[in-house]
């Protein structure tokens, strides 16, 4: 299975965007879809993510500036990142857990399996 992550792009401060995370194969286990970023020289880090039955979390840094969907029958999920700040310019990566041990911690990337490539996102001051 793999996940095709898009919508990154350049956009100025106070900027919206609109990620996208697909996966090649519908059907497979998705309990957890998430999305994590990683700015030049520092680590990865959790942004968001959505449980099978629609609960979301959200980092602090981005909670009430972004907003996580999923489609779970078309296998999709999708961020969108609204109030964007160039503290918010990183790759952005989207995770899934197929086998549920993110209900443990939705913020802890190895507890997710397969990953996108990352898409950029760049905020301009």
């Known amino acids: 299975v793999q996940l095709q992550a898009s919508g990154g792009g350049l956009v100025q401060a106070g900027g919206s965007l609109t990620l996208s995370c697909a996966a090649s194969r519908r059907t497979f286990s998705r309990y957890y879809m998430g999305w994590f970023r990683q700015a030049p020289g520092k680590e990865r880090e959790f942004v968001s993510a959505i449980s099978r039955g629609g609960t979301t979390y959200y980092a602090d840094s981005v909670k009430g500036r972004f907003a996580i969907s999923a489609d779970n029958a078309q296998g999709t999920a999708s961020l969108q990142m609204n109030s964007l700040k160039p503290e918010d310019t990183a790759v952005y990566f989207c995770?899934?857990?197929?086998?549920?041990?993110?209900?443990?911690?939705?913020?802890?990337?190895?507890?997710?399996?397969?990953w996108g490539q990352g898409t950029q996102v760049t905020v301009s001051s």
């Open positions: 995770a899934v857990d197929s086998t549920g041990r993110a209900y443990y911690s939705a913020s802890i990337a190895a507890l997710y399996d397969y």
